[in-house]
């Protein structure tokens, strides 16, 4: 197989590079810790020179980066795309570095409503992925540390929100009372019961969360519960209550497309099901590599991978 381009994914604490092919098959790809915070330390361009020799890329490949590396403390900022933005403008206002070869950063797009102030870096490529799939409207659930919701018209962004769930989970989790009561506890399952019910609790009485969560301390104490469904209880609260954010910024819907992977995605998933929606999965690092792709075949053409 013939590289095509370097596709690189650039996050806060994460590195990830791809050597793709012009059909967008993996060749080689290479993995580290270098994020964004200690290239910063290190410098951008010796990171980047070090995983495209890792991976013996030619000279002149071109790189297509997205995330944290266009960001304002990153390599080069990229500035944002404003809300309601068309996922092929990410190309036309990509920010090119470099002399040896062309590398191109892609910009994130930002919500800039006095209600709802939002930005993403990354996801949205992970969105021009879905788009080049198929995925062209609809409502879009990306799991995270900090999930986003995105509604997608046409391949544009309309408006979209981010819910630190994950966030707020490991601080429940590790910094508050119920620290005790999910000691030695097993992750949340999505086929427990504990589970389910949960997120359907939070969605229907979104507004009595917080006095729920307390319950997974005094439910086991008082004999009234079981002590292991604390992690299930805590993780479908507070999805739960995502989804009910969610469905009240965006209506309700039949069906959404669910952008992850791994055992986040899998809780995602079961939650929407238990919520009586469809869901549509896409892997996110094939969407990643599918929107690094399409912005570099826009960029460069199929001439490049003759090169």
Not at 67 to 90: D, H, S, V
Not at 226 to 242: F, Q
Not at 250 to 260: C, D, H, K, S
Not at 270 to 277: C, F, I
Request: with cysteine; aromatic share 6%; net charge negative.
């Amino acid at each position: 197989m013939t590289p095509f381009i370097a596709a690189v994914d650039w996050g806060t604490s994460s590195f990830r590079l791809w050597l793709l092919d012009a059909d967008g098959q993996v060749i080689a790809e290479s993995r580290s810790d270098e994020g964004m915070m200690k290239a910063r330390d290190i410098g951008f361009a010796s990171v980047l020179d070090r995983h495209l020799d890792d991976v013996s890329a030619p000279a002149e490949l071109p790189v297509v980066i997205c995330g944290m590396a266009g960001a304002k403390q990153g390599w080069r900022e990229a500035n944002y795309l404003e809300t309601p933005a068309a996922l092929k403008e990410l190309v036309e206002n990509s920010v090119r570095i470099g002399a040896k070869r062309p590398i191109h950063i892609l910009p994130g797009i930002c919500q800039r409503d006095v209600r709802y102030p939002d930005v993403m870096r990354g996801e949205e490529t992970q969105l021009l992925g879905a788009v080049a799939e198929g995925t062209r409207s609809g409502l879009v659930g990306m799991p995270g540390t900090h999930s986003k919701w995105v509604q997608l018209d046409e391949g544009r962004v309309t408006r979209f929100s981010t819910f630190m769930t994950g966030e707020l989970y490991a601080a429940i989790a590790g910094h508050t009372i119920l620290k005790l009561a999910l000691a030695d506890q097993p992750d949340a399952s999505p086929d427990a019961q504990a589970f389910s019910r949960a997120v359907l609790r939070a969605m229907e009485n979104p507004e009595q969360v917080t006095a729920r969560l307390f319950s997974i301390r005094s439910g086991p104490l008082l004999g009234l519960a079981e002590a292991a469904e604390g992690a299930a209880k805590l993780s479908g609260e507070l999805i739960g209550l995502e989804l009910a954010g969610a469905r009240a910024q965006f209506g309700r819907v039949e069906a959404v497309t669910l952008v992850g992977a791994g055992k986040l995605f899998e809780l995602y998933r079961a939650a929407l099901e238990a919520a009586s929606m469809k869901v549509h999965p896409v892997d996110a690092d094939a969407a990643v590599r599918a929107g690094l792709l399409s912005a570099g075949t826009a960029l460069f053409g199929q001439a490049v991978a003759g090169a």
